[in-house]
């Protein structure tokens, strides 16, 4: 498994950094199949390595990060990296917007939100719709958009069989890409 250097600040279990890792290894896999230039590379491995920072930090500080007082908790851990990461000295505009919005979907991504908001969702550790997952994880090398497209498309029906919430952000997204 890749091995990743998470921030000093940032609060996850076990489980969550083995997610984490295997988040990064999808993105590392994927830069080099497509060739990616060092720059590019580097910014989806932090990008990878900082989206769930914070995913097990307690909910008042995701809310004071983030600024945000209603929504979901558990939307608010990649808002409040990103305010982090910055605080850290992060300026790269698209590795931030990336780690933001990686939960629900930002309309105006660059690759770096793109290829993230994929690896989160496709990595192979997580244990629903397994063959689809593993069938467009494999497709991104050889039509990046295509393979996006496929898979916001596969998140937003995901989510509404558990009966969970599409967010603006993620309706925006779909409506962008399709």
């Known amino acids: 498994m890749t091995s990743i250097e998470l921030p000093a600040w940032s609060q996850v279990s076990d489980k969550r950094r083995e997610h984490i890792a295997r988040v990064v290894a999808l993105l590392e896999q994927w830069a080099a199949a497509l060739h990616l230039p060092p720059d590019e ?22 809310r004071a990060l983030s600024g945000d007082a209603t929504r979901a908790a558990e939307i608010l851990h990649g808002p409040a990296a990103a305010v982090r990461a910055e605080q850290e000295g992060e300026r790269r ?27 989160d969702f496709l990595e192979p550790g997580r244990r629903f719709l397994i ?8 497709q991104v090398p050889h ?14 029906e995901w989510s509404l069989t558990q009966g969970g919430e599409l967010f603006p ?9 399709r």
């Open 41 to 62: 590379a580097n910014r989806w491995r932090t990008a990878g390595a900082l989206h769930d920072a914070l995913r097990d930090a307690p909910e008042p500080m995701l």
């Open 93 to 119: 505009a698209d590795v931030l917007e990336a780690v933001r919005f990686h939960t629900v979907g930002c309309r105006n991504w660059q690759r770096t939100g793109r290829a993230l908001y994929m690896a």
């Open 131 to 138: 063959a689809e997952r593993e069938f467009l994880a494999r």
């Open 143 to 156: 039509d990046f958009d295509a393979s996006f497209r496929a898979t916001v498309r596969l998140r937003l």
């Open 169 to 177: 952000e993620a309706v925006d997204l779909w409506n962008a890409v």
